[in-house]
């Protein structure tokens, strides 16, 4: 059966049909590779998958991640150290299965305070709450194409701290200590305008909002410049919902979008498996054809 994608938005993802993860051939990688590169975020309705078979269509991507250092729950799938469990359930023990329980995520692209962060991360639906835990995308090359000139100017020459402190639940990360000072935290920076490595397409990479700094500015200055940039990136004509069903299959670009997640009702529960795969690129500024 030929690969067939349908448009989620105008703007950005595609639903992808005709394509069985479990056994996909070369071949159909190539096309939804294609896909993949036009859209940024590709769903899969409906896979049947064993974590072996996940794991093995993940790997076709490149050379999986490990789960990040996540302050709560850092848990992998058992036998797969490369799978991350995102997951509110608990063990007998009450130890959580996995990370990020039952609240919001807020809006991030996932590990940016990386110096190579991961360029791509996939998420598969396990089990599923009966309302909330929607994960939602934001396009930044669309957001970047949507601001008016004098602020790609500015912004173009400009970076951003990446803050490690935090994971999108808020909670502290393994190893670091709670710092709520944007211009003192442990960060890398990186270009606020970058070139998506492979496509070379210029997006905004942003990370997260909470402790974000632009080196040179005043605190008052980068907030308020960073709001203004935040405002573009989170717009709705620039986002998209997915709301979930059982064997979804969600795959997104790190290096392009960026997501977050609704809260759920704490006495239901919500398991999605994810992997993640490494980066192999330092985001790199990018130049106008103009200036070149
Ligand atoms: C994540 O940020 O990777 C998790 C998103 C989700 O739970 O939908």
């Avoid at 794991?55 to 848990?75: C, V, W, Y």
């Avoid at 490690?164 to 670091?176: A, H, I, L």
């Avoid at 402790?211 to 620039?238: F, K, R």
Wanted: overall charge neutral; some cysteine; aromatic content about 8%.
């Amino acid at each position: 059966m030929p690969i067939a994608s349908f448009p989620i938005t105008p703007v950005f993802g595609a639903r992808v049909e005709g394509v069985s993860l479990s056994d996909i051939t070369a071949g159909e990688f190539e096309q939804l590779y294609a896909i993949w590169q036009k859209h940024h975020v590709l769903v899969l309705r409906k896979q049947e998958l064993t974590n072996p078979q996940f794991e093995r269509f993940s790997a076709m991507l490149g050379e999986l991640d490990p789960p990040p250092n996540q302050g709560a729950g850092r848990k992998s799938v058992p036998g797969h150290p490369n799978l991350y469990v995102v997951s509110n359930r608990k063990d007998g023990a009450g130890v959580p299965i996995g990370a990020l329980g039952d609240g919001e995520a807020q809006w991030h692209t996932d590990m940016s305070y990386l110096e190579r962060p991961p360029f791509a991360s996939m998420l598969w639906s396990i089990e599923l709450p009966e309302t909330g835990g929607d994960t939602f995308f934001a396009c930044m090359p669309a957001a970047l194409r949507s601001m008016p000139r004098q602020l790609v100017e500015r912004i173009e020459r400009l970076s951003i701290k990446h803050d490690g402190t935090y994971d999108s639940g808020g909670n502290v990360r393994k190893g670091m200590t709670a710092n709520d000072n944007p211009m003192h935290s442990t960060g890398t920076p990186h270009p606020v305008v970058i070139e998506q490595p492979e496509t070379r397409e210029r997006t905004l990479y942003l990370g997260r909002r909470r402790n974000a700094y632009i080196p040179g500015l005043s605190l008052e200055d980068s907030e308020a410049l960073l709001d203004t940039i935040w405002g573009y990136a989170t717009a709705p004509q620039v986002t998209l919902r997915h709301q979930w069903q059982l064997g979804d299959v969600v795959l997104w670009n790190n290096f392009t979008t960026m997501h977050r997640r609704d809260a759920f009702p704490a006495d239901q529960f919500r398991t999605l498996h994810r992997s993640q795969i490494k980066g192999n690129h330092v985001p790199t500024a990018a130049v106008r054809k103009e200036a070149a």
